[in-house]
């Protein structure tokens, strides 16, 4: 039972547009969200995060938008770069109590072609 | 200051062997969990380690498991090993628990 799902196993985007990458939980217990991005032969690096008491959080080219009743997270990345192609994780957590441990989604893998 | 390492990066075993991992987290970081991720699954959380004690447990068989040290150096292990153990196990650190994680580049496990 998934309880983080990245229902876009691939994206193709062309440079300079945007880039919107979904994800959808289940567990109404989250609290936190978090974006990792993924290169081959590296570990996750983290991107941005988004505490439910907020609805957007920006950071540079990259905006995380949260729907809390829909169960729904993505992010956006504006003007999309041959640098940003990797696979990005969407996160999640329920910091509020004592089970705390991070969920994470299957992945989008992001190729923006030059 | 220095990410996180782990050891070793790549590691090919057989079939009902044994095999040990290591994590070394950022200084000062207590918090270190351990992820498998195989293709189409994502990370999927093995368990988590704060100040010596586990903390939180994911769904994986008794064949797995941890250990940290007082310098909040990691071990995993995994015992009996079978094919589907093939993925790449990575390694997260973190101040505590309420923050982003830094991730190792993970060790590759191959089981023949």
């Known amino acids: 039972d998934q309880q983080v799902k990245q229902n876009s196993p691939s994206l193709s985007v062309q440079e300079g547009r945007i880039s919107i990458l979904n994800c959808d939980y289940t567990n109404s217990m989250f609290d936190y969200f978090l974006w990792y991005k993924k290169y081959p032969a590296e570990g996750p690096t983290f991107l941005i995060s988004?505490?439910?008491?907020?609805d957007k959080n920006e950071d540079g080219r990259f905006t995380v938008f949260l729907n809390k009743s829909a169960k729904h997270l993505s992010l956006h990345i504006v003007p999309s770069q041959p640098g940003d192609s990797a696979v990005y994780f969407c996160?999640?957590?329920?910091?509020?109590?004592?089970?705390?441990?991070?969920?994470f989604g299957p992945g989008t893998s992001l190729s923006v072609i030059p | 200051k220095a990410g996180v390492t782990q050891t070793p990066r790549y590691l090919i075993k057989t079939r009902g062997q044994q095999v040990t991992l290591s994590c070394s987290p950022i200084s000062g970081h207590r918090s270190v969990s351990w992820y498998q991720q195989t293709p189409g699954q994502g990370l999927q959380f093995l368990f988590e380690?704060?100040?010596?004690?586990?903390?939180n447990k994911g769904n994986f068989p008794g064949r797995f498991s941890g250990r940290q040290f007082s310098n909040s150096r990691s071990e995993m292990n995994v015992s009996t090993l079978e094919l589907g153990d093939s993925a790449l196990y990575l390694c997260a650190s973190s101040l505590n628990k309420k923050n982003e994680q830094f991730f190792g580049p993970g060790t590759r496990l191959t089981v023949l």
């Open positions: 996160a999640a957590s329920a910091m509020k109590t004592s089970y705390d441990k991070v969920i």
């Open positions: 988004i505490s439910s008491i907020k």
């Open positions: 380690y704060f100040s010596e004690t586990q903390r």
